[in-house]
């Protein structure tokens, strides 16, 4: 009973840690921000307090220094968010070049594929002005073959 008591504990402040870090980056708060990262004592409890977070820098922040701080202190570009959408496909779906670059340079997966079977490269090819985006997942290995869950290729 007592591990589930703390268990419980924990598990609140995690869910406080992360809101507090979403409230922050809303904020550009970045001194409050690298405060309260700081204050998680681990990877584990630091992936679970951000699930989003990752995504919502890519797509929703101008500012690079949240994402490229999240990814520093270990958070995986190839997670997804609790709808099994990747930071990646937000960043594409947004436009946004900056956090698309820095989600490939620290290891995000140009391929990796949504609930759907959707890549990063088929959204570029969905919107029009994505051309720069196209090319920067295609040079950095997107299959321009590959079909997504119904079987359709995106053409650009």
């Not at 101008?62 to 937000?90: S, V, W």
């Not at 079977?117 to 321009?144: K, N, W």
């Amino acid at each position: 009973m007592l591990d589930w008591i703390k268990n419980w504990i924990q598990d609140r402040k995690t869910l406080q840690r992360g809101r507090e870090l979403f409230s922050k980056i809303q904020n550009g708060d970045k001194q409050g921000f690298r405060k309260i990262l700081d204050l998680i004592p681990n990877k584990g409890e630091l992936k679970e307090c951000t699930k989003g977070l990752l995504g919502f820098c890519a797509s929703e922040i101008q500012d690079p220094f949240y994402l490229e701080t999240l990814l520093n202190a270990g958070l995986d570009p190839n997670l997804p968010d609790r709808n099994g959408i990747f930071p990646i496909h937000k960043a594409v779906e947004n436009g946004k070049i900056k956090p698309v670059q820095i989600l490939l340079e620290h290891g995000a997966d140009p391929n990796v594929a949504d609930p759907k079977g959707v890549t990063p490269l088929h959204i570029s090819y969905s919107y029009d002005g994505l051309a720069e985006i196209s090319e920067l997942l295609i040079s950095s290995g997107a299959d321009t073959e590959k079909r997504d869950n119904l079987g359709k290729r995106y053409l650009m």
